[in-house]
């Protein structure tokens, strides 16, 4: 079974920077798309940024060069630095991953920035 495991986040300070990891498990496959998706208290959930395989991103506008994604694909790991947070960043982060016939998700780890 392919899990999805979620590391840091937390309480940050208004222009401060945060580190979100996710590995997967239970496959030797490489995922063809892993991202983060955050979800805001009373908003829907919302795609922040997603990497290929070949490197190839995409970010929310309202990330974009704040926020860099990368990806370890021998690892199947994928990883969020998000610099300059701000209020509006606040919300439960996750992690999924998605290929073909498969599309999966962390459990989710919260970020709080206090302003």
């Known amino acids: 079974q392919v899990q999805l495991v979620e590391s840091g986040g937390g309480l940050v300070q208004a222009g401060g920077s945060s580190r979100l990891s996710c590995t997967a498990s239970?496959?030797?496959?490489?995922?063809?798309?892993m991202g983060w998706y955050r979800q805001a208290p009373g908003k829907e959930r919302e795609l922040v940024a997603r990497?290929?395989?070949?490197?190839?991103?995409m970010y929310a506008d309202s990330v974009k060069g704040r926020f860099t994604i990368s990806r370890d694909n021998a690892k199947n790991a994928v990883t969020l630095q998000m610099n300059s947070l701000k209020s509006e960043d606040t919300g439960v982060y996750y992690c999924?991953?998605?290929?073909?016939?498969?599309?999966?998700w962390g459990q989710g780890t919260q970020v709080t920035v206090s302003s």
């Open positions: 999924n991953g998605y290929s073909p016939g498969v599309n999966i």
């Open positions: 239970g496959t030797i496959f490489s995922i063809n798309y």
């Open positions: 990497i290929s395989t070949g490197g190839s991103t």
